[in-house]
């Protein structure tokens, strides 16, 4: 049995479904993100586990618990907000006590595990701090603080990092992953920042219309995605069209041979930018745009089979200029074959 | 700054004078020359066949320390004043809470039953409420039919009638108040709270109220100035002997047409509202010191 199971999950909003019968687990210790664009019933699905959102139907327990059952003050759960949600008239100390007063912890054990879980954050000289007089870093932080030091079963974040700016977001991950680690709590985050997602979690749910488009770990969820949503989502990715005829696939100009179990007829073809290199012969084009990025660079390739999106390591190696003739190639198994058409 | 560019920009250190300039002869026309002309009146005397000299002493002010008759009817209005406040708090501030918690709709619709009063007349409420009030009003009738009293309550001409219908009055004042300091709440906050295994009786107590602090404090403000210098209320329920100050300034300008006894009377209204009003505020602002900022 899983340590939080959520089976069947459903909110309706009238006649449309936010969640649609959506299923997932979570092991104990596991970090898991549901990850989405805005509107795809994310943030909806963390409030039903939380019990702020009550569900049409579907069940949640939590190791072995009807959560549903329970109210949502006796939940056990530790909840970051987007907003942070810190109390302004309390400082940094009151904010992390507020939960442990109510659990009816000693006053002496109680300050001892706010100045515990203060440090775990790295706020120890902040403790006095109104949140009003905090920055967003240090804020999130103490949010962080105020959730983990009720020892919650189960922490809960929503977006939390959303309203940092991408510098400090990048810290923050690292510091969310290493506190996650260090004290080993069953985590799920909900993001709609797929790098997020992807380098924080053990596992991913991306989420499309309230249901769950693929459930599987970040690497392979991205190697091997289930759906053209899944691989536009997750990363940078080319969608060609092709055709299957016989035994050969043919995009723009090019033919492979056709893989196996897919009927003849156009096909959409996935193919990740940084598969694709610069070759002798392969699919012939031109570079229309080239854009420097550092550690790799970014091409837009115009071909027989539309603009094609190459990236490619800044090894030192020279690249080709805008307005040269380029040839694309790739292996075969590369590529990520579904008929137009078909859900996957 | 030095003296030779000092020289240099007096033309720019008036200009915000200058600007602010007809907002200042407004302030000064309408409200300062009034109340400095009330406060030199109230520094005349007055004799019966004289009428009011032109001397300038404190007899006026001798005569209302002097006097019981006097503290009495300012220990009336600061008490009517006091318990209004309460009771509009008391009332108000759960009233703009389960506003502010209502849904689209109704929450439209009951804001403006709840703000209705402030679109009639004073004297029109205050007069319903006398017929309400009377010995023979609904409400006395009620109680009687219900077997509550045998004899009907003494409201009219009563401080508890003023004190009711003064709260009635004043009360949109405080909600408005209270639900513009509720508008700025997170509404995350609470849910955060009950995360954390806060009961809703926790959550209101150490969450809400502590944040909607502000605004039950300005209200309070609000209507404990206008119930103290509140004049037609008390003086429709309050009638001819049940006065007030206001009511006291009136009759001594009007009646007795004793204007510097009246405009004493006024000042000492105004002194002891201000003093009264700041000290409070003073002392909630220090306990709630954080809200505030």
């Known amino acids: ?247 050969t696939l043919s995009i723009g100009d090019r033919d492979w041979p056709a893989p196996r179990g897919i009927a003849m007829g156009a096909v959409t073809v996935t193919l990740r930018p940084e598969k694709i290199g610069f070759a002798d012969t392969g699919l012939a084009g031109t570079v229309r745009t080239r854009l420097f990025l550092g550690s790799q660079w970014l091409f837009q390739v115009d071909t027989s089979a539309g603009l094609i999106l190459v990236v490619r390591q800044n090894g030192g190696d020279a690249m080709p200029q805008e307005g040269a003739a380029v040839a694309l190639a790739w292996r075969a198994e590369d590529m990520r074959v579904a008929r137009d058409g078909s859900a996957a | 700054m030095s003296a030779a560019t000092d020289t240099g920009r007096s033309g720019i250190l008036s200009t915000p004078y200058l600007l602010s300039a007809p907002a200042l002869l407004l302030y000064a026309v309408l409200l300062l020359v009034p109340l400095v002309a009330t406060a030199l009146l109230s520094l005349h005397s007055f004799g019966i066949y004289k009428g009011i000299e032109n001397v300038y002493n404190l007899a006026n002010y001798r005569d209302i320390f002097g006097d019981s008759y006097f503290y009495e009817i300012f220990g009336r209005t600061f008490r009517i004043a006091f318990l209004v406040t309460v009771l509009s708090a008391l009332i108000g501030a759960p009233e703009a809470y389960i506003l502010n918690r209502m849904r689209a709709p109704w929450r439209g619709i009951f804001l403006l039953v709840a703000l209705g009063p402030l679109l009639i007349s004073v004297i029109s409420r205050t007069l319903g409420w006398a017929l309400l009030l009377g010995s023979n009003g609904l409400v006395n009738q009620g109680l009687t039919a219900a077997g509550l009293i045998s004899e009907p309550l003494q409201f009219m001409y009563s401080e508890t009638g003023i004190v009711i219908a003064l709260t009635h009055v004043l009360i949109p004042l405080m909600v408005i108040s209270v639900w513009a300091s509720l508008q700025r709440l997170d509404p995350q906050i609470e849910n955060a709270a009950i995360s954390l295994g806060a009961g809703p009786l926790t959550v209101l107590r150490r969450i809400v109220l502590p944040q909607a602090m502000p605004g039950i404090l300005s209200g309070g403000i609000i209507v404990f100035a206008l119930s103290a210098s509140a004049f037609a209320t008390p003086a429709i329920i309050g009638g001819r002997r049940l006065k007030v100050a206001a009511t006291l300034a009136y009759d001594e300008f009007l009646n007795t047409l004793d204007w510097p006894l009246g405009a004493a009377i006024a000042v000492l209204l105004l002194v002891a509202n201000i003093l009264i009003i700041v000290g409070c505020n003073r002392l909630l602002e220090k306990r709630y010191a954080e809200v505030f900022r």
Do not use: W
């Not at chain 1, 810290?171 to 709609?192: A, D, N, P």
């Open chain 1, 1 to 247: 049995m899983s340590f939080l199971a959520v089976d069947g999950l459903t909110k309706r909003y009238g006649g449309i479904a936010a969640v649609d019968q959506l299923s997932l687990t979570v092991e104990k210790g596991e970090f898991v993100s549901l990850l989405g664009p805005s509107g795809c019933g994310k943030t909806t699905t963390l409030q039903m586990i939380a019990g702020f959102v009550e569900p049409s139907t579907g069940t949640i327990t939590l190791d072995g618990m009807n959560l549903l059952a329970t109210k949502p003050a006796k939940r056990g759960l530790g909840i970051v907000f987007q907003s942070y949600a810190l109390f302004p008239h309390m400082n940094a100390t009151e904010n992390v006590a507020f939960g442990l007063a109510m659990q009816g912890v000693p006053r002496t054990e109680r300050n001892r595990r706010v100045a515990e879980a203060l440090a775990l954050v790295g706020l120890a000289e902040f403790a006095g701090r109104f949140p009003r007089s905090m920055s967003g870093g240090q804020q999130q932080r103490v949010a962080l603080a105020r959730a983990l030091v009720i020892r919650p079963r189960m922490l809960l974040l929503d977006e939390p990092l959303s309203n940092l700016d991408a510098k400090l977001r990048e810290e923050m991950q690292v510091e969310l992953r290493q506190i996650q680690r260090s004290v080993g709590i069953t985590t799920l985050l909900v993001t709609h920042d797929q790098a997020e997602a992807m380098a924080l979690s053990d596992r991913i749910v991306i989420m499309n219309k309230g249901r769950a488009e693929q459930i599987a770990r970040p690497d392979c969820a991205y190697e091997q995605p289930a759906s053209p949503f899944v691989a536009s989502f997750l990363g940078k990715t080319n969608l060609l069209a092709g055709r299957i005829a016989a035994e």
